[in-house]
Protein backbone atom coordinates (compact mmCIF):
# COMPACT_ATOMS: atom_id res chain seq x y z
CA UNK A 1 0.00 0.00 0.00
CA UNK A 2 1.33 3.49 -1.19
CA UNK A 3 1.22 5.86 1.77
CA UNK A 4 0.72 9.74 1.26
CA UNK A 5 0.53 13.03 3.57
CA UNK A 6 -2.66 14.52 3.73
CA UNK A 7 -1.48 17.80 1.91
CA UNK A 8 -0.38 15.11 -1.45
CA UNK A 9 -4.29 14.30 -1.73
CA UNK A 10 -5.80 16.86 -3.04
CA UNK A 11 -3.03 16.63 -5.89
CA UNK A 12 -3.94 13.71 -6.29
CA UNK A 13 -6.92 13.89 -6.45
CA UNK A 14 -7.83 16.62 -9.24
CA UNK A 15 -5.61 14.42 -11.42
CA UNK A 16 -7.83 11.40 -10.67
CA UNK A 17 -11.48 11.84 -12.95
CA UNK A 18 -13.15 9.32 -11.99
CA UNK A 19 -12.88 9.89 -8.31
CA UNK A 20 -14.00 13.68 -8.61
CA UNK A 21 -16.85 12.16 -10.63
CA UNK A 22 -17.73 10.54 -7.79
CA UNK A 23 -17.17 12.97 -4.45
CA UNK A 24 -16.92 16.72 -5.08
CA UNK A 25 -13.78 17.47 -3.84
CA UNK A 26 -14.86 20.34 -1.45
CA UNK A 27 -16.93 17.39 0.18
CA UNK A 28 -13.38 15.44 1.14
CA UNK A 29 -12.01 15.22 4.36
CA UNK A 30 -8.10 15.30 3.35
CA UNK A 31 -7.46 15.46 7.00
CA UNK A 32 -7.46 11.90 7.53
CA UNK A 33 -4.77 9.99 6.31
CA UNK A 34 -6.92 6.48 6.11
CA UNK A 35 -9.13 8.23 4.16
CA UNK A 36 -6.34 9.64 1.74
CA UNK A 37 -4.49 6.60 1.90
CA UNK A 38 -8.21 5.05 0.44
CA UNK A 39 -8.36 7.03 -1.97
CA UNK A 40 -5.30 7.52 -3.51
CA UNK A 41 -4.93 3.75 -3.62
CA UNK A 42 -8.36 3.77 -5.44
CA UNK A 43 -7.10 6.06 -8.11
CA UNK A 44 -4.02 3.55 -8.90
CA UNK A 45 -5.77 0.11 -8.55
CA UNK A 46 -9.02 -1.08 -7.62
CA UNK A 47 -7.73 -4.31 -5.40
CA UNK A 48 -5.71 -2.13 -3.71
CA UNK A 49 -9.25 -0.14 -2.74
CA UNK A 50 -10.65 -3.08 -1.70
CA UNK A 51 -8.07 -4.00 0.74
CA UNK A 52 -7.64 -0.33 1.86
CA UNK A 53 -11.71 0.09 2.64
CA UNK A 54 -13.52 -2.29 3.74
CA UNK A 55 -17.01 -1.96 1.42
CA UNK A 56 -19.30 -4.20 0.17
CA UNK A 57 -22.11 -3.05 -2.30
CA UNK A 58 -25.90 -3.53 -2.12
CA UNK A 59 -28.39 -4.16 -4.89
CA UNK A 60 -31.66 -3.89 -4.48
CA UNK A 61 -34.65 -5.56 -6.93
CA UNK A 62 -38.25 -4.41 -6.00
CA UNK A 63 -39.12 -1.40 -3.63
CA UNK A 64 -42.38 -2.29 -2.99
CA UNK A 65 -43.98 -3.04 0.88
CA UNK A 66 -41.25 -5.10 2.08
CA UNK A 67 -38.77 -3.28 -0.38
CA UNK A 68 -39.41 -0.04 1.77
CA UNK A 69 -39.05 -1.26 5.02
CA UNK A 70 -35.79 -2.97 4.02
CA UNK A 71 -34.46 0.47 2.91
CA UNK A 72 -35.85 2.09 5.94
CA UNK A 73 -33.76 -0.47 8.04
CA UNK A 74 -30.82 -0.77 5.72
CA UNK A 75 -30.09 2.97 6.27
CA UNK A 76 -30.17 2.25 9.42
CA UNK A 77 -27.55 -0.57 9.42
CA UNK A 78 -24.87 1.14 7.20
CA UNK A 79 -25.45 4.20 9.70
CA UNK A 80 -25.08 1.89 13.15
CA UNK A 81 -22.02 -0.59 11.82
CA UNK A 82 -19.64 1.99 9.41
CA UNK A 83 -17.78 -1.00 8.61
CA UNK A 84 -17.72 -2.61 6.05
CA UNK A 85 -19.01 0.67 4.35
CA UNK A 86 -22.46 -0.01 2.56
CA UNK A 87 -22.67 1.05 -0.72
CA UNK A 88 -25.79 0.79 -2.64
CA UNK A 89 -24.98 0.67 -6.44
CA UNK A 90 -28.46 -0.52 -7.98
CA UNK A 91 -31.91 -0.26 -7.01
CA UNK A 92 -34.38 -0.82 -9.32
CA UNK A 93 -38.63 -1.65 -9.56
CA UNK A 94 -40.14 -3.58 -12.83
CA UNK A 95 -40.02 -0.19 -14.50
CA UNK A 96 -37.56 2.50 -13.11
CA UNK A 97 -33.60 1.67 -12.13
CA UNK A 98 -31.25 4.27 -10.49
CA UNK A 99 -27.41 3.13 -10.33
CA UNK A 100 -24.33 5.19 -11.53
CA UNK A 101 -21.87 3.51 -14.02
CA UNK A 102 -19.05 4.75 -12.15
CA UNK A 103 -20.39 2.52 -9.02
CA UNK A 104 -20.44 6.18 -6.85
CA UNK A 105 -23.44 5.39 -4.36
CA UNK A 106 -26.60 5.86 -4.80
CA UNK A 107 -27.83 8.06 -1.73
CA UNK A 108 -30.46 6.22 0.35
CA UNK A 109 -31.57 9.59 1.95
CA UNK A 110 -34.59 9.56 -0.03
CA UNK A 111 -33.95 6.86 -2.34
CA UNK A 112 -37.81 6.18 -2.74
CA UNK A 113 -38.77 9.75 -4.02
CA UNK A 114 -35.33 9.31 -6.25
CA UNK A 115 -36.19 5.94 -7.61
CA UNK A 116 -39.79 7.29 -8.37
CA UNK A 117 -38.72 10.38 -10.29
CA UNK A 118 -36.08 8.17 -12.25
CA UNK A 119 -35.79 8.47 -15.90
CA UNK A 120 -33.46 5.17 -16.29
CA UNK A 121 -35.38 1.93 -17.50
CA UNK A 122 -33.70 -1.32 -15.57
CA UNK A 123 -31.39 -3.37 -17.80
CA UNK A 124 -32.47 -6.40 -18.48
CA UNK A 125 -30.81 -9.03 -15.98
CA UNK A 126 -27.75 -10.79 -17.55
CA UNK A 127 -26.77 -7.14 -18.05
CA UNK A 128 -27.27 -6.08 -14.89
CA UNK A 129 -25.67 -9.00 -13.42
CA UNK A 130 -22.88 -8.33 -15.59
CA UNK A 131 -22.44 -4.70 -13.87
CA UNK A 132 -22.67 -6.07 -10.22
CA UNK A 133 -20.24 -8.60 -11.06
CA UNK A 134 -17.58 -6.04 -12.31
CA UNK A 135 -18.47 -3.54 -9.38
CA UNK A 136 -14.63 -3.22 -7.54
CA UNK A 137 -15.66 -4.84 -4.28
CA UNK A 138 -18.21 -7.76 -3.41
CA UNK A 139 -21.89 -7.18 -3.73
CA UNK A 140 -24.95 -8.51 -2.07
CA UNK A 141 -28.09 -8.54 -4.25
CA UNK A 142 -31.69 -8.20 -2.20
CA UNK A 143 -34.09 -9.98 -4.46
CA UNK A 144 -37.75 -7.71 -2.75
CA UNK A 145 -39.84 -8.94 -5.65
CA UNK A 146 -42.15 -12.33 -5.73
CA UNK A 147 -40.99 -12.42 -9.46
CA UNK A 148 -39.98 -15.88 -11.25
CA UNK A 149 -37.54 -14.04 -14.06
CA UNK A 150 -35.49 -12.76 -10.98
CA UNK A 151 -35.67 -16.18 -9.31
CA UNK A 152 -34.42 -18.03 -12.38
CA UNK A 153 -31.63 -15.50 -12.75
CA UNK A 154 -30.09 -16.33 -9.17
CA UNK A 155 -27.42 -18.86 -10.29
CA UNK A 156 -26.01 -16.54 -12.90
CA UNK A 157 -25.82 -14.48 -10.05
CA UNK A 158 -24.33 -16.56 -7.82
CA UNK A 159 -21.73 -18.00 -10.19
CA UNK A 160 -20.73 -14.31 -10.85
CA UNK A 161 -19.89 -14.08 -7.30
CA UNK A 162 -22.95 -11.97 -6.09
CA UNK A 163 -24.50 -13.21 -2.61
CA UNK A 164 -28.61 -13.07 -2.55
CA UNK A 165 -30.91 -12.23 0.19
CA UNK A 166 -34.42 -12.51 -0.34
CA UNK A 167 -38.03 -13.27 1.12
CA UNK A 168 -39.20 -14.46 -2.96
CA UNK A 169 -40.07 -17.52 -2.74
CA UNK A 170 -40.20 -18.66 -6.02
CA UNK A 171 -36.33 -19.71 -6.25
CA UNK A 172 -36.56 -22.38 -4.01
CA UNK A 173 -40.22 -23.66 -4.20
CA UNK A 174 -39.61 -23.63 -8.43
CA UNK A 175 -38.35 -26.65 -10.20
CA UNK A 176 -35.93 -28.98 -8.01
CA UNK A 177 -33.66 -28.42 -10.93
CA UNK A 178 -33.64 -24.47 -10.34
CA UNK A 179 -33.05 -25.61 -6.27
CA UNK A 180 -30.22 -27.33 -7.32
CA UNK A 181 -28.67 -25.37 -9.92
CA UNK A 182 -28.92 -22.53 -7.30
CA UNK A 183 -26.85 -23.81 -4.58
CA UNK A 184 -24.66 -25.98 -7.05
CA UNK A 185 -23.24 -22.26 -8.27
CA UNK A 186 -23.44 -21.54 -4.57
CA UNK A 187 -20.76 -23.65 -3.10
CA UNK A 188 -18.95 -23.19 -6.64
CA UNK A 189 -18.62 -19.59 -6.43
CA UNK A 190 -18.22 -19.31 -2.70
CA UNK A 191 -21.02 -16.57 -2.90
CA UNK A 192 -24.01 -16.79 -0.15
CA UNK A 193 -27.84 -17.40 -0.42
CA UNK A 194 -30.27 -17.02 2.43
CA UNK A 195 -33.82 -16.62 2.33
CA UNK A 196 -35.43 -16.21 5.64
CA UNK A 197 -38.33 -14.37 4.84
CA UNK A 198 -39.93 -16.93 2.56
CA UNK A 199 -41.88 -18.86 5.10
CA UNK A 200 -43.17 -17.13 7.80
CA UNK A 201 -41.81 -13.66 7.15
CA UNK A 202 -39.21 -12.85 10.01
CA UNK A 203 -39.87 -15.87 12.21
CA UNK A 204 -36.99 -17.95 12.67
CA UNK A 205 -38.07 -20.81 10.83
CA UNK A 206 -35.46 -21.60 8.15
CA UNK A 207 -32.50 -20.89 10.31
CA UNK A 208 -33.81 -23.15 12.94
CA UNK A 209 -34.72 -25.72 10.63
CA UNK A 210 -30.93 -25.51 8.94
CA UNK A 211 -29.67 -25.60 12.86
CA UNK A 212 -31.74 -28.66 13.41
CA UNK A 213 -30.73 -30.52 10.63
CA UNK A 214 -26.91 -29.08 10.59
CA UNK A 215 -26.65 -30.35 14.58
CA UNK A 216 -27.71 -34.07 13.71
CA UNK A 217 -31.19 -33.78 15.04
CA UNK A 218 -33.04 -36.16 13.13
CA UNK A 219 -37.15 -33.95 11.92
CA UNK A 220 -39.70 -36.29 11.74
CA UNK A 221 -42.34 -34.04 11.11
CA UNK A 222 -43.29 -30.50 10.09
CA UNK A 223 -46.89 -29.28 10.78
CA UNK A 224 -48.50 -25.90 11.24
CA UNK A 225 -50.46 -22.71 10.06
CA UNK A 226 -48.17 -20.95 7.01
CA UNK A 227 -50.58 -18.83 5.66
CA UNK A 228 -51.40 -15.30 7.52
CA UNK A 229 -54.76 -15.15 4.97
CA UNK A 230 -55.69 -18.82 6.32
CA UNK A 231 -54.98 -18.14 10.14
CA UNK A 232 -57.09 -14.92 10.00
CA UNK A 233 -60.02 -16.88 7.82
CA UNK A 234 -59.70 -19.79 10.02
CA UNK A 235 -59.38 -17.72 13.27
CA UNK A 236 -62.72 -15.96 12.87
CA UNK A 237 -64.64 -18.43 10.99
CA UNK A 238 -63.86 -21.45 13.30
CA UNK A 239 -63.03 -19.70 16.60
CA UNK A 240 -62.06 -21.95 19.23
CA UNK A 241 -64.87 -19.87 21.55
CA UNK A 242 -68.18 -19.15 19.76
CA UNK A 243 -69.46 -19.18 16.59
CA UNK A 244 -67.78 -17.65 14.03
CA UNK A 245 -69.26 -15.91 10.87
CA UNK A 246 -70.49 -16.71 7.71
CA UNK A 247 -67.57 -18.26 5.35
CA UNK A 248 -68.22 -15.83 3.01
CA UNK A 249 -68.73 -12.97 5.32
CA UNK A 250 -65.27 -14.04 6.53
CA UNK A 251 -63.59 -13.90 2.97
CA UNK A 252 -65.15 -10.37 2.34
CA UNK A 253 -63.81 -8.95 5.77
CA UNK A 254 -60.25 -10.05 5.50
CA UNK A 255 -60.14 -8.98 2.26
CA UNK A 256 -61.12 -5.52 3.23
CA UNK A 257 -58.46 -5.20 6.28
CA UNK A 258 -55.93 -6.22 3.52
CA UNK A 259 -55.11 -9.62 4.86
CA UNK A 260 -55.74 -10.95 0.93
CA UNK A 261 -54.31 -10.80 -2.07
CA UNK A 262 -56.67 -8.25 -4.31
CA UNK A 263 -57.67 -11.40 -5.74
CA UNK A 264 -58.69 -13.52 -2.68
CA UNK A 265 -58.41 -16.81 -5.23
CA UNK A 266 -54.60 -16.50 -4.88
CA UNK A 267 -54.81 -17.36 -1.17
CA UNK A 268 -57.66 -19.67 -0.98
CA UNK A 269 -55.79 -22.34 -3.80
CA UNK A 270 -53.12 -23.30 -1.26
CA UNK A 271 -50.27 -22.50 -3.40
CA UNK A 272 -48.49 -20.16 -1.30
CA UNK A 273 -48.98 -22.63 1.47
CA UNK A 274 -47.59 -25.56 -0.83
CA UNK A 275 -44.89 -23.00 -2.01
CA UNK A 276 -43.17 -22.73 1.83
CA UNK A 277 -43.92 -26.58 2.08
CA UNK A 278 -42.06 -27.43 -0.72
CA UNK A 279 -38.97 -24.95 0.87
CA UNK A 280 -39.03 -26.84 4.28
CA UNK A 281 -39.29 -30.37 2.68
CA UNK A 282 -36.28 -29.98 0.12
CA UNK A 283 -34.66 -28.21 3.65
CA UNK A 284 -35.24 -31.17 5.34
CA UNK A 285 -33.90 -33.76 2.86
CA UNK A 286 -37.03 -34.41 0.41
CA UNK A 287 -35.97 -33.87 -2.81
CA UNK A 288 -39.59 -32.12 -3.70
CA UNK A 289 -39.97 -31.59 -7.38
CA UNK A 290 -42.32 -29.02 -7.09
CA UNK A 291 -45.35 -27.18 -4.61
CA UNK A 292 -48.00 -28.89 -7.36
CA UNK A 293 -46.78 -32.63 -6.74
CA UNK A 294 -48.23 -33.14 -3.95
CA UNK A 295 -51.75 -32.65 -2.25
CA UNK A 296 -52.95 -29.41 -1.98
CA UNK A 297 -56.44 -28.41 -0.96
CA UNK A 298 -57.85 -25.60 -2.88
CA UNK A 299 -61.18 -23.91 -0.85
CA UNK A 300 -61.90 -22.27 -4.48
CA UNK A 301 -65.34 -24.03 -5.39
CA UNK A 302 -65.09 -25.83 -8.62
CA UNK A 303 -67.53 -23.60 -10.35
CA UNK A 304 -65.95 -20.44 -9.01
CA UNK A 305 -62.26 -21.09 -10.71
CA UNK A 306 -63.14 -19.53 -14.15
CA UNK A 307 -64.56 -16.11 -12.44
CA UNK A 308 -63.03 -13.36 -14.44
CA UNK A 309 -62.39 -11.32 -11.20
CA UNK A 310 -61.49 -11.36 -7.51
CA UNK A 311 -64.60 -9.46 -7.18
CA UNK A 312 -66.80 -12.01 -9.35
CA UNK A 313 -65.89 -14.34 -7.26
CA UNK A 314 -66.62 -12.66 -3.74
CA UNK A 315 -70.09 -11.97 -5.64
CA UNK A 316 -70.75 -15.34 -6.24
CA UNK A 317 -69.31 -16.70 -3.05
CA UNK A 318 -72.20 -16.75 -0.54
CA UNK A 319 -74.21 -19.39 -2.68
CA UNK A 320 -71.27 -21.80 -1.41
CA UNK A 321 -71.03 -21.67 1.90
CA UNK A 322 -73.12 -24.04 2.99
CA UNK A 323 -69.83 -26.54 2.51
CA UNK A 324 -67.94 -24.60 4.68
CA UNK A 325 -70.65 -24.88 7.31
CA UNK A 326 -70.89 -28.79 7.05
CA UNK A 327 -66.85 -28.53 7.49
CA UNK A 328 -67.35 -26.18 10.13
CA UNK A 329 -70.06 -28.72 11.70
CA UNK A 330 -68.27 -31.96 11.58
CA UNK A 331 -65.38 -30.94 13.37
CA UNK A 332 -67.42 -29.87 16.06
CA UNK A 333 -69.55 -32.79 16.31
CA UNK A 334 -65.78 -34.44 17.20
CA UNK A 335 -65.21 -31.80 19.72
CA UNK A 336 -62.61 -29.89 17.21
CA UNK A 337 -61.85 -26.71 15.13
CA UNK A 338 -61.39 -26.82 11.90
CA UNK A 339 -57.62 -25.00 10.54
CA UNK A 340 -55.99 -25.03 6.97
CA UNK A 341 -52.58 -26.28 7.79
CA UNK A 342 -49.61 -28.18 6.19
CA UNK A 343 -47.26 -31.23 7.15
CA UNK A 344 -44.41 -32.85 6.12
CA UNK A 345 -43.98 -36.45 7.36
CA UNK A 346 -40.20 -36.48 6.97
CA UNK A 347 -40.04 -40.46 7.69
CA UNK A 348 -43.16 -41.56 5.12
CA UNK A 349 -41.63 -38.20 2.77
CA UNK A 350 -45.53 -37.08 2.54
CA UNK A 351 -46.18 -33.55 2.09
CA UNK A 352 -49.34 -32.23 2.41
CA UNK A 353 -51.75 -28.94 2.42
CA UNK A 354 -55.36 -28.44 3.47
CA UNK A 355 -58.09 -28.46 6.00
CA UNK A 356 -57.73 -30.67 9.40
CA UNK A 357 -59.21 -30.71 12.40
CA UNK A 358 -57.64 -29.83 15.78
CA UNK A 359 -58.55 -30.30 19.46
CA UNK A 360 -59.48 -26.88 21.13
CA UNK A 361 -56.04 -27.14 23.19
CA UNK A 362 -53.77 -27.79 20.84
CA UNK A 363 -51.66 -24.75 20.01
CA UNK A 364 -52.53 -24.46 15.92
CA UNK A 365 -56.31 -24.54 17.33
CA UNK A 366 -55.72 -21.39 19.50
CA UNK A 367 -53.91 -19.44 16.92
CA UNK A 368 -54.78 -15.58 17.25
CA UNK A 369 -55.31 -13.10 14.68
CA UNK A 370 -52.97 -13.52 11.44
CA UNK A 371 -50.23 -15.25 13.16
CA UNK A 372 -48.17 -18.59 12.06
CA UNK A 373 -47.26 -21.21 13.87
CA UNK A 374 -44.84 -24.20 12.83
CA UNK A 375 -44.06 -26.87 15.01
CA UNK A 376 -40.63 -29.22 14.63
CA UNK A 377 -41.25 -32.76 15.49
CA UNK A 378 -37.68 -34.16 16.26
CA UNK A 379 -36.02 -37.06 18.10
CA UNK A 380 -34.26 -34.83 20.36
CA UNK A 381 -37.55 -32.57 21.37
CA UNK A 382 -39.79 -35.93 21.36
CA UNK A 383 -43.03 -35.22 22.25
CA UNK A 384 -43.02 -31.96 22.72
CA UNK A 385 -42.61 -30.41 19.62
CA UNK A 386 -39.90 -27.04 19.16
CA UNK A 387 -42.60 -24.55 18.36
CA UNK A 388 -42.50 -20.53 16.44
CA UNK A 389 -45.40 -18.46 16.50
CA UNK A 390 -45.70 -14.83 15.50
CA UNK A 391 -46.24 -12.90 12.67
CA UNK A 392 -46.02 -14.13 9.45
CA UNK A 393 -46.52 -10.82 7.57
CA UNK A 394 -46.34 -7.53 7.24
CA UNK A 395 -43.22 -5.06 5.54
CA UNK A 396 -41.54 -4.63 8.78
CA UNK A 397 -40.87 -8.20 10.11
CA UNK A 398 -40.61 -9.22 6.58
CA UNK A 399 -37.64 -6.97 5.79
CA UNK A 400 -36.04 -8.23 9.39
CA UNK A 401 -35.77 -11.49 8.22
CA UNK A 402 -33.81 -10.25 5.10
CA UNK A 403 -31.78 -7.54 6.65
CA UNK A 404 -30.91 -10.47 9.17
CA UNK A 405 -29.94 -12.85 6.29
CA UNK A 406 -28.15 -9.56 5.34
CA UNK A 407 -25.71 -9.55 8.46
CA UNK A 408 -25.01 -12.56 7.89
CA UNK A 409 -23.50 -12.52 4.66
CA UNK A 410 -21.80 -9.38 6.07
CA UNK A 411 -20.37 -11.50 8.43
CA UNK A 412 -19.34 -14.10 6.19
CA UNK A 413 -17.50 -12.38 3.11
CA UNK A 414 -16.72 -9.03 4.24
N1 LIG B 1 -45.58 -8.48 2.29
C1 LIG B 1 -45.41 -9.48 3.16
O1 LIG B 1 -45.96 -9.51 4.26
C2 LIG B 1 -44.49 -10.62 2.79
C3 LIG B 1 -44.27 -11.67 3.71
C4 LIG B 1 -43.38 -12.69 3.38
C5 LIG B 1 -42.75 -12.67 2.15
N2 LIG B 1 -43.01 -11.66 1.27
C6 LIG B 1 -42.35 -11.68 -0.02
O2 LIG B 1 -41.60 -10.47 -0.19
C7 LIG B 1 -41.53 -10.14 -1.57
C8 LIG B 1 -41.97 -8.69 -1.76
O3 LIG B 1 -43.30 -8.56 -1.30
P1 LIG B 1 -44.03 -7.13 -1.29
O4 LIG B 1 -45.21 -7.28 -0.44
O5 LIG B 1 -43.04 -6.05 -1.00
O6 LIG B 1 -44.48 -7.00 -2.85
P2 LIG B 1 -44.90 -5.68 -3.62
O7 LIG B 1 -45.36 -4.63 -2.67
O8 LIG B 1 -45.79 -6.12 -4.73
O9 LIG B 1 -43.52 -5.13 -4.25
C9 LIG B 1 -42.83 -5.82 -5.24
C10 LIG B 1 -41.75 -4.93 -5.80
O10 LIG B 1 -41.00 -5.69 -6.75
C11 LIG B 1 -40.93 -4.96 -7.98
N3 LIG B 1 -40.82 -5.92 -9.07
C12 LIG B 1 -41.68 -6.90 -9.40
N4 LIG B 1 -41.21 -7.58 -10.45
C13 LIG B 1 -40.02 -7.03 -10.78
C14 LIG B 1 -39.04 -7.29 -11.77
N5 LIG B 1 -39.19 -8.27 -12.65
N6 LIG B 1 -37.93 -6.51 -11.80
C15 LIG B 1 -37.78 -5.49 -10.92
N7 LIG B 1 -38.67 -5.20 -9.95
C16 LIG B 1 -39.78 -5.95 -9.90
C17 LIG B 1 -42.20 -4.16 -8.02
O11 LIG B 1 -42.04 -3.10 -8.93
P3 LIG B 1 -43.35 -2.47 -9.68
O12 LIG B 1 -44.11 -1.77 -8.61
O13 LIG B 1 -42.75 -1.56 -10.70
O14 LIG B 1 -44.07 -3.64 -10.27
C18 LIG B 1 -42.28 -3.71 -6.56
O15 LIG B 1 -41.40 -2.62 -6.34
C19 LIG B 1 -42.41 -11.17 -2.30
O16 LIG B 1 -41.62 -12.21 -2.80
C20 LIG B 1 -43.32 -11.68 -1.19
O17 LIG B 1 -43.81 -12.98 -1.43
C21 LIG B 1 -43.85 -10.65 1.57
Known amino acids: MVQ ?19 TPLSERNPSSSIQATCIFAASIHPQDKMAAVNQVYIAIIGAGGVGKCFLSQLQALAARRPSPKLSLCYISTSRKALYNVDYSPVSLDGVTESLAASTQAPPPLPQVIDYLASAPAKVILVDNTSSQDVADAYPLALSRGLSIVTPNKK ?17 TSGAKVYHESSVGAGLPVISTLKDLVDTGDKVTKI ?123 VATQQVKVGLEQFDRSHPIASLKGSDNIISFYTERYGSN ?30
Open 223 to 345: EGVFSGTMSFLFNSFAPTEGQGGKWSEEVKKAKALGYTEPDPRDDLNGLDVARKLTILARLAGLPVESPTSFPVQSLIPKELEACSTGDEFLEKLPAFDQQMEDTKAAAEKAGKVVRFVGSID
Open 171 to 187: AFSGSYKLWQDIFTAAA
Open 4 to 22: VKPTQVLELLAATPLLNSI
Open 385 to 414: PLIIQGAGAGGDVTAMGVTGDLIKVLSQIA
